[in-house]
């Protein structure tokens, strides 16, 4: 019987930590830290975890990372406003898959989530699957009126 092996996930960049240096040079780098597993099942959780660092714990895109990155992070409560109204799930959906449609204008700064997913979720894609779902309904719940 052959023997299993489980490669250990390794992953870089999810949450984002600040390292400020001291007052003479106080130039601002985002850290990259090792993917902190969390359950699929808590799209708040993921993003505490995972968004909150640049997108801001409401989503308005003022995450203690900001100052740090080139791009500004987007604003995700306007995501409907800015859609006629409607929650645009399909393109949060596929952002998060990493389908493109963001890396097409060119930013470098928002991470693609799916392959980071993939490893938090051991390579089961169901899994993968209900985090990008959670995640884009979590994000819903954001949306301002
Ligand atoms: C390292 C910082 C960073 C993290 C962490 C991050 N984002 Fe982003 N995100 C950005 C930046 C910067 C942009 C704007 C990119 C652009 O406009 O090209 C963006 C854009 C987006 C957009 C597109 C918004 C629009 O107006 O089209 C969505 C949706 C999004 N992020 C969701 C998320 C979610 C959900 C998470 C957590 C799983 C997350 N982001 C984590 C930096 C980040």
Redesign the pocket.
């Known amino acids: 019987m052959r023997v299993q092996t489980m490669i250990a996930p390794i992953v870089m960049?999810?949450a984002?930590s600040m390292a400020v240096s001291g007052q003479e040079n106080s130039e601002k780098t985002?850290k990259h830290v090792p993917v902190k597993p969390t359950s699929p099942a808590s799209g708040k959780e993921?993003?505490a975890n995972?968004?909150a660092?640049?997108?801001g714990a409401e989503g308005k895109g003022n995450?203690p990372?900001t100052a740090a990155?080139k791009?500004?992070?987007?604003?995700?409560t306007v995501?409907s406003q800015?859609n006629g109204g409607n929650y645009p799930a399909m393109?949060?959906a596929s952002?998060?898959r990493g389908d493109g449609?963001?890396s097409a204008?060119?930013?470098k700064?928002?991470?693609v989530?799916g392959p980071l997913f993939r490893s938090v979720s051991a390579g089961h894609e169901g899994q993968v699957q209900q985090r990008i779902n959670n995640?884009?309904n979590y994000?819903e719940t954001l949306q301002v009126k």
């Open positions: 960049a999810l984002i985002v993921m993003f995972y968004c660092s640049c997108h995450g990372a990155l791009t500004p992070p987007a604003n995700l995501l800015k393109r949060v952002i998060l449609d963001l204008h060119g930013s700064e928002m991470p989530w995640l884009t994000v």
